[in-house]
């Protein structure tokens, strides 16, 4: 029995039986007046059994019981009543107040400017790192929405992302001007301790409602503190105001005038057994009280009492400039001085809107996992390349350490599972969501895939009614303790991050079964075209011991897209015979993705991908400086016939001045000449000029078209459909993508990663001779 359990007298078990007996009450009616939602602390009150102090109490109350005379303890345990030292007489009320801010304001400034970490051993004081906090004044979960409507305005191709400011979230300073009862919602590590504990302390300064007494109250601690104390909001502020030397008269004039500035925090830390009576404490005292301000901050998950009164809001994720301003404080916090902290704070902000970064920048909008991105980046002033371990360490806070630094033990089925099987059951609901391209989904769907999970692994043998409701507890506890899952309005959920619904898709796919491992990574290889799923597969890559086999099979996949199309397979032939005319020191894949897009996207980050040293080499090589310009000045003839332009067309003019640069072929020069000959002098009317672009202009770009055709061997013309068009693009991405994954964090074997670069962008005439001759690995 621990120091917070009491139990029944033997003469106080009688009076109680008697009492009851006379009331005609049942143990069942008792329990529901006390408010509990099972007789079984009745029963244990009245056969001497150990319960909780503040049940034992309640019970009492409702019997007309004085708790302390039926009350079982040894006489050291026996409660103490507040005798204070001195009582300050004669204080008028606005004296009283300043003379319990004096007093409280050491502790405010103990509790509440340090910070809690899990992952830190030390942290900086709170005034030097917050950061303005803005609030939704409309919970999410309560928005009347269907999928479609959060789904609006995003394609595949997009991520949830920080796009500056929401449009509904306003100061968290405007909304507790605003609201003199409040309930503030939010996903674990939103930041809703911390905004109290930075409220407490403005209030204790003065710089914010100075007139008012700051209580600020963890209320899992309050209810674990020792025998003295009540698990009644006046009596606790009572007490607070006779320890420190002010009459009980005195202190209840504090509490009817409204003196307290009451901070409550954790509302959903609290024992399922202890809260029903907390909530009706706190709510009685709101409304015989109800001129104090009431702040409570809770977990958007636990809403099963709904206090009278309150206004609920929601505190909002951060937004870029959230992200900038915390970053700025914290590493300057953290800093021997302010200039290398501010540095510091740069190159994280720099690296972190980096386009391959954006996964990571995800996990920003939730200041708990900015801080761990802040501390990881402060030792090495970057990023691990290892992504999968940061974002495990980044899951590891969300599942247990955050609520073990804090000393919470969550009840329920859920909090039972061992960590194995949440991680599988997370797990699964990811995969299967995300296979089905779902970032919101309804709450049917979820429960489904939890129902199946713990009928199937966990073996539990319900009918379908409770297996349902237990479905129904498991994933509000999910949310409740982790956040990994959000409801973002009624019955539609999606994952905090898509970052972590990446990540547990990925580790799904590597934790699957040896014998049909393959088969789940060649399914995976199949989605290389689709952009939604590169980052499950550059994590599966960085998870799996050997990543050859799903590297090979998206090659593969690659090499079978050209034969859908008779044009792109006849441009790579071209290609190929383009880029062996060539000489050319390094990488011929890199030369191939440098003409392929040398007159579509004319971008070189295929080719860098493939050899960094190609950007120098543009500048040393004549054959490629030439084939650029020319494509550049082909490219600007055509606006020129579609939108003529003085200023583009003296560009022109001063682009093609080859013959000074370059040393042309004879026929190609003469030819070139030649169709120079035809422009227009740039010293003509600027009108003439136009004209001559309107009615002859046309003709000459195609002359210029031919005359690249036959003497450079670039500039097909290929008169793509859309369809086409989209195909091509979609090869190139690919392949680039392919590139992404050879350099990444994954474990391939130097061989392989050889192999596939050296033959990227080949047609399958030649792939077909190399798989047999000279590469027998790739025909795998």
């Not at 540095?343 to 690296?351: G, T």
């Not at 009624?490 to 580790?507: C, K, M, N, P």
């Not at 074997?749 to 047609?763: A, C, D, N």
């Amino acid at each position: 029995m621990t120091h917070r359990s009491v139990r029944s007298s033997e003469d106080g078990i009688t009076q109680a039986k008697q009492i009851l007996a006379m009331k005609g009450w049942s143990q069942q009616y008792l329990a529901g007046e006390v408010g509990l939602s099972s007789r079984q602390c009745v029963w244990k009150f009245l056969t001497g059994r150990p319960i909780e102090r503040h049940i034992f109490k309640e019970i009492c109350f409702k019997l007309e019981l004085n708790w302390e005379e039926i009350v079982d303890l040894p006489y050291e345990q026996s409660p103490k009543r507040v005798q204070p030292e001195w009582i300050v007489e004669n204080l008028g009320l606005e004296e009283c107040v300043k003379m319990m801010r004096a007093k409280v304001g050491e502790q405010i400034q103990i509790q509440c400017n340090s910070l809690q970490s899990s992952f830190e051993l030390t942290q900086p004081p709170l005034d030097q790192i917050y950061t303005t906090v803005k609030i939704l004044p409309e919970p999410t979960h309560q928005r009347w929405l269907e999928v479609v409507d959060l789904q609006q305005g995003k394609n595949s191709t997009q991520r949830f992302s920080v796009k500056g400011t929401n449009p509904k979230a306003v100061s968290g300073l405007e909304i507790i001007n605003k609201y003199n009862k409040l309930m503030i919602l939010g996903k674990p590590g939103a930041g809703k301790t911390t905004f109290l504990q930075y409220i407490a302390l403005q209030c204790s300064k003065g710089k914010y409602k100075g007139d008012l007494i700051p209580c600020f109250i963890q209320l899992r601690s309050w209810l674990e503190q020792g025998f003295d104390e009540e698990i009644n909001l006046s009596s606790y502020l009572m007490r607070q105001c006779l320890g420190h030397g002010l009459s009980h008269e005195q202190s209840l004039t504090l509490l009817q005038e409204g003196k307290f500035f009451c901070l409550l925090d954790g509302l959903d830390e609290i024992s399922q057994e202890s809260r029903e009576i907390l909530y009706r404490n706190i709510d009685n005292f709101a409304q015989d009280y109800y001129k104090n301000r009431i702040i409570m901050t809770c977990r958007g998950a636990v809403q099963q009492f709904h206090f009278k009164g309150f206004t609920y809001v929601e505190i909002a994720d951060f937004d870029h400039t959230s992200i900038e301003n915390f970053a700025q404080r914290w590493f300057v916090a953290m800093a021997d001085n302010k200039r290398n902290g501010k540095n510091k704070a740069d190159e994280f902000l720099e690296q972190l809107d980096l386009p391959e970064n954006q996964p990571i920048r995800e996990l920003a909008i939730t200041p708990i996992l900015l801080n761990l991105l802040c501390s990881v980046f402060k030792e090495r002033s970057s990023f691990p390349t290892k992504r999968a371990k940061l974002y495990q360490i980044g899951l590891d806070i969300l599942l247990q350490r955050w609520d073990q630094a804090r000393g919470i033990e969550r009840d329920g089925i859920y909090h039972n599972l061992p960590l194995p099987h949440k991680i599988k059951l997370l797990c699964q609901i990811a995969a299967i969501t995300f296979e089905r391209d779902s970032c919101f989904f309804e709450s049917r769907e979820v429960l489904d895939i939890i129902e199946e999970y713990l009928e199937n692994s966990l073996d539990l043998k319900e009918d379908a009614e409770t297996l349902w409701l237990t479905s129904e507890a498991v994933l509000k506890s999910i949310e409740l303790q982790h956040g990994l899952l959000i409801e973002r309005a009624r019955d539609i959920y999606s994952f905090s991050h898509l970052t972590f619904q990446e990540y547990l898709t990925a580790r799904k796919i590597v934790s699957t079964k040896s014998e049909v491992l393959k088969n789940e990574l060649n399914k995976l290889a199949q989605k290389i075209l689709e952009s939604r799923w590169r980052e499950v597969i550059l994590l599966t890559i960085s998870l799996l011991p050997n990543a050859d086999f799903v590297l090979q099979n998206m090659k593969q996949v690659l090499d079978s897209l050209v034969q859908q199309d008779l044009l792109l397979e006849r441009f790579l032939v071209l290609l190929e015979n383009k880029v062996s005319s060539v000489k050319f020191s390094g990488e011929k894949s890199a030369l191939r993705a440098f003409y392929f897009t040398l007159f579509r996207h004319r971008d070189l980050d295929l080719a860098l991908a493939l050899d960094i040293n190609l950007s120098s080499q543009l500048k040393l090589d004549k054959e490629l400086q030439l084939d650029s310009i020319l494509a550049r000045a082909f490219v600007d003839s055509v606006r020129l016939v579609e939108k003529p332009n003085l200023k583009h067309f003296l560009n022109l003019c001063f682009t093609l001045e080859l013959e000074n640069k370059f040393q042309l072929d004879p026929n190609f020069q003469e030819s070139f000449q030649t169709l120079k000959s035809i422009l227009p002098s740039p010293e003509n009317k600027k009108e003439d000029i136009f004209t001559w672009w309107q009615e002859e202009g046309k003709e000459w770009v195609e002359t210029f078209h031919h005359l690249l055709i036959e003497h450079r061997q670039i500039g097909y013309n290929w008169q793509l459909n859309p369809e086409q068009q989209e195909l091509w693009d979609q090869y190139y991405q690919a392949n680039l993508f392919l590139v992404e994954c050879l350099n990444s964090d994954g474990q391939i074997s130097p061989k392989v990663s050889q192999e596939i670069e050296s033959t990227l962008l080949l047609p399958p005439q030649i792939l077909e001779i190399l798989k047999t001759q000279i590469n027998p690995l790739l025909s795998v």
